[in-house]
C-alpha cells in the first residue's frame, strides 16, 4: 500500500494525478471520487492511497495546468512502483528521500511532460 498525498496542486490537477494512478493502479475511492475542497484559507492536501501491482496498465503523458508536490510513503517496492506509473505520465523531478527499515518516502514535483 503507498499513500500519496500532493500539495500545491488545484483540484484538477490533484484529480488528474489520481486518474491516472487509479488507471495503473487499484484505489481506496470509487473510481467516481473526486478531491473535494475544504473550505478555510489552509492550503489543500490531496490523499489517496494505492495497491501497486506489478501488471499496471501504462498510461501516457497527461498535462497538468501546474506543477505540484507528490509524497509517496510506503514498502520500497511499491513505492518504487507508484513512482514509475507517474513517471510514464508527468515529467518528475526527485526532491528528496527518507527510508526506514520497511518503508520509505520520496518527495517529487510533478509537471507537464514535454517531448
Do not use: C, N
Not at 487509479?22 to 475511492?29: E, G, K, L, N
Not at 498510461?59 to 514509475?84: F, I, K, N, W
Request: overall charge negative; charged content about 25%.
Amino acid at each position: 500500500m503507498v499513500t500519496v498525498s500532493l500539495t500545491g496542486a488545484s483540484k484538477e490537477d490533484a484529480a488528474t494525478v489520481f486518474d491516472v494512478l487509479r488507471t495503473a493502479f487499484p484505489i481506496d475511492r470509487p473510481s467516481d471520487a473526486v478531491p473535494q475542497e475544504q473550505p478555510g484559507d489552509h492550503p489543500a492536501v490531496w490523499t489517496a492511497e494505492f495497491e501497486p501491482t506489478r501488471e499496471r496498465i501504462p498510461t501516457g503523458p497527461t498535462p497538468l495546468e501546474g506543477s505540484l508536490t507528490a509524497t509517496l510513503q510506503g514498502g520500497y517496492v511499491a513505492v518504487d512502483q507508484v513512482g514509475e506509473a507517474l513517471r510514464a505520465a508527468f515529467a518528475v523531478h526527485e526532491e528528496g528521500t527518507a527510508s526506514g527499515d520497511q518503508e520509505k518516502e520520496v518527495d517529487l514535483r510533478l509537471g507537464t511532460k514535454r517531448s
